[in-house]
């Protein structure tokens, strides 16, 4: 799996945007940007995923560039619950014979407080 | 609740001791996942089952074994532990057929304090 780069720690204030990035220079054709959170030593939670396309979902939305060498995660409404270690993971999907291959392998991920 | 329960939640035991760390997987996924957390390591892969075989081996020690049951629990076995075991062990479960790292869901942990 390629390898990511996250900022250690940013902040947001509370009511804003919250744009994290993440460089994967060496992602190859056929894997996927992962984000999972992790809020205080609870299980990572997933947050979304894509491939070149940008997504949206209910809890976010993320933005690949063209080259697929970076992206970012946006939480367009941060709130104090948000605050957390985002992982961006870069992996493959593959299904061999019906089994589920494709480990996480997390990162230090980027630690996001934010503030009232 | 994420559907992936662990049990137990907290576990302190001695230095040379052995214990087991059960998962059961939310239901209708197939594959097992078990990852260490400890302070100065960050979440490390450490073994994956699929129907009740071994996939995928990460950095887990000759220490450690695990295995996943016809009913699809799994165990994980840490034996002769040591202090630098301590850590959050978490389980992780994801759909059959193969969609991909988006359908993993995390369990809330087991915190094993080894003292």
């Known amino acids: 799996d390629a390898k990511t780069t996250q900022p250690t720690s940013m902040d947001c204030a509370e009511g804003r945007a919250a744009n994290l990035p993440c460089n994967h220079s060496?992602?190859?054709?056929?894997?996927?940007v992962y984000w999972y959170r992790q809020i205080h030593s609870q299980g990572p939670q997933y947050i979304i995923h894509?491939?070149?396309n940008n997504e949206t979902n209910e809890m976010a939305s993320l933005i690949i560039t063209e080259d697929r060498k970076s992206s970012t995660l946006i939480l367009p409404h941060a709130t104090l619950r948000d605050t957390a270690v985002y992982y961006c993971?870069?992996?493959?999907?593959?299904?061999?014979?019906?089994?589920?291959?494709?480990?996480?392998?997390f990162g230090q991920g980027t630690i996001l407080t934010v503030h009232p | 609740d994420s559907g992936v329960t662990q049990t137990p939640k907290h576990l302190i035991t001695a230095t040379g001791q052995r214990v087991t760390l059960r998962c059961s997987p939310r239901?209708?996924?197939?594959?097992v996942y078990w990852y260490q957390q400890s302070l100065d390591q960050g979440l490390q892969f450490l073994i994956q089952?699929?129907?009740?075989?071994?996939?995928a081996k990460g950095n887990i020690l000759e220490r450690f074994s695990a295995q996943q049951f016809p009913d699809l629990h799994s165990e994980l076995n840490l034996s002769s532990l040591e202090l630098g075991d301590s850590a959050l062990y978490f389980c992780?479960?994801?759909?059959?057929?193969?969609?991909?790292?988006?359908?993993?869901?995390f369990g809330s942990g087991t915190r094993l304090t080894v003292v």
């Open positions: 089952y699929y129907n009740g075989e071994e996939r």
């Open positions: 894509g491939l070149k």
């Open positions: 992780a479960s994801s759909v059959a057929g193969g969609r991909g790292a988006y359908g993993y869901t």
């Open positions: 993971i870069v992996s493959s999907a593959s299904n061999a014979g019906g089994t589920s291959y494709g480990k996480l392998t």
């Open positions: 060496t992602i190859s054709g056929n894997e996927y």
């Open positions: 239901s209708g996924d197939l594959s």
